[in-house]
């Protein structure tokens, strides 16, 4: 069965530091991974969207990596601010269907 | 604006009565699809759509219905709601392809009593 994993849920770090978030998923045969972030009681917002061909991508502060082989993504956060507080989610969609299944997300925290 | 909108954004109901919730977007997208997210579940995807008149079953469809007759719409249909089917819903869409991404609208708060 298709999943995906995030780990930690949750995570609390000071700001100005750099940090990761990890995505994890079984078979290796996706077509891409997209990176969301969601405010509390608000709707999701697409950060960044990985190609299978793709092994990064960039916007801004944000890197998002992906190594297929061994089924995972980070997604990068440099000089974290209080602004990045909210929910990472990581979805990813498998070549074998138009199926896509979320991760249960990290909820960050950025300390000032 | 480039916008995926649904209404009604908060809906109190009861069990058995039939309900509706729309999803409308603006940017000529192709693939459109419905997402409950529950406290300790995550997002789940209900049904999902590639085009017109073609929909189909996500992870978890029981109890619902969807219809796809006109490209920019594609409402939820709970025929006969239960209490397991109160949770906050997103509608979302995208170009055609997989390399395109995603954009969600606001949410749908449903309460099912």
């Known amino acids: 069965k298709q999943e995906v994993t995030q780990i930690p849920a949750a995570l609390s770090v000071p700001e100005g530091e750099n940090l990761v978030l990890n995505c994890s998923f079984t078979d290796s045969a996706i077509y891409n991974l997209q990176w969301f972030r969601q405010d509390p009681g608000k709707g999701l917002t697409s950060l960044l969207l990985i190609q299978s061909s793709q092994r990064e991508q960039t916007s801004g502060r944000l890197n998002a990596s992906l190594d297929k082989s061994s089924g995972r993504s980070t997604l990068y956060i440099a000089a974290s601010q209080p602004g990045d507080s909210a929910t990472y989610l990581c979805?990813?969609?498998?070549?074998?269907?138009?199926?896509?299944?979320f991760g249960k997300g990290t909820r960050l925290h950025i300390l000032p | 604006e480039a916008q995926v909108t649904q209404n009604p954004r908060y809906l109190i109901t009861v069990t058995g009565k039939k309900l509706t919730v729309t999803c409308s977007q603006n940017?000529?997208?192709?693939?459109m699809s419905w997402y409950r997210q529950d406290p300790g579940l995550g997002l789940r995807q209900i049904y999902y759509s590639m085009n017109v008149e073609v929909t189909d079953k996500g992870d978890v469809p029981e109890g619902y219905k969807v219809s796809r007759k006109e490209k920019r719409n594609f409402p939820l249909i709970l025929e006969s709601p239960s209490p397991n089917q109160t949770s906050l819903y997103f509608c979302a869409s995208r170009g055609s392809g997989r390399y395109y991404e995603q954009y969600f609208g606001p949410g749908t708060r449903l309460t099912v009593t």
């Open positions: 979805a990813v969609e498998w070549n074998r269907d138009d199926k896509i299944i």
């Open positions: 940017m000529n997208h192709e693939y």
